[in-house]
Structures are given as C-alpha cells and as structure tokens.
C-alpha cells in the first residue's frame, strides 16, 4: 500500500490534538492558573492560548472536510475552560475517525478554494493545499499552543510534544 493524502492528514491531525490534550493535562497537575493561561499571549498583538487550540481544531476538521469532499461540524469557539478546550479537541478528533479512509481517494487532486474575508484567497490542489497551507497552519497554532504553555512555566519538552509515539521502540545494544 502506498502513502496517501489520508496517511499525511487524519492521523497527524489526531496526533497533534490527542498531544495538545495531554498538555492541559500536565498543566493542571502541575497547579498553573487555568484563567491566565486561558488569555496568555506571547505578544500583545496576537492571539490568546485558548484560540490557538481553538484554530488547530477548526483548521484540522476544515483539512479533512476539503480534501473529503464532506462538511465539518461547526463549532461555536466559546470555550473557556481546559476540560471546555479538551472536549472540543476530543470532538475535532472523533469527526476526523469518523470520516472513512476511502472519501479520501482523489482528495491529493481535489480541488480547495480558500476565500478570506477581504476577496483574495488561494486555489490549490488537495496536495499542495494539505503540504503548503493546512499541515503549516495548523503546526503553527500546535506550536504556539506549546510555546505559551513553556512561557508559562508548564515543564514540557519534545516528548511532550512527540508523546503520541511512546516510549522508543529501539534499544541500545548493550
């Protein structure tokens, strides 16, 4: 079997967001103030921590709807809590398994028209749509997501953030 648009969307997507969840997780056993972190910024000028989670779920199940040909649930960005923030992401999660593998055959070729709210936008094929906008975009807000929690004292490292592949599967030759 080969590599497909569905190996490089749906299960990093699912990655990522089980990840991000386990991140709350962390920071909570570790007594940080969910209120502040809910609002915290790296700079003034962008956007809190609880919409960084927020734009990682909408860009993951916006991915898989465009590549699918299929819609994707709406949700009402309101949440003002990590359980409220874990929830979403578990919703993001179970839409992206609930779409079969097969509604992505074709989605490489698919045509995905983005429209931003000023009248420009982009054209792409599924491919260059998932490899030069959607997987960069959404590792953004990951990472951001990441980074506020380090900023804020949550002592996360790379494992953290690579968690969903478990301990090593190779041993050292002794």
Known sequence: M????????????????????AWLDKALAEGRKE????????????LPFSRQ?????????ASVARLTGVEAPAMADDESSFDELKARLQRTIDYIASVDRAAYQGGDAREVVLKFPNGMGYKFTGAAY?????????????????????????????????????????????
């Open 2 to 21: 080969s590599f497909t648009i569905y190996d490089a969307s749906a299960p990093v997507f699912t990655n990522a967001l089980t990840d991000m969840q």
């Open 35 to 46: 209120a502040a972190l809910m609002e915290a910024r790296l700079a003034p000028d962008m």
């Open 53 to 61: 989670f927020q734009i990682a779920s909408d860009t993951a199940k």
């Open 130 to 174: 998932l490899t030069g906008f959607a997987l960069p975009n959404f590792f953004f807000h990951v990472t951001t997501a990441y980074a506020l929690l380090r900023a804020h004292g949550v002592a996360l490292g790379k494992p953290d953030f690579l968690q969903h592949l478990g301990p090593p599967n190779l041993v050292a030759a002794a």
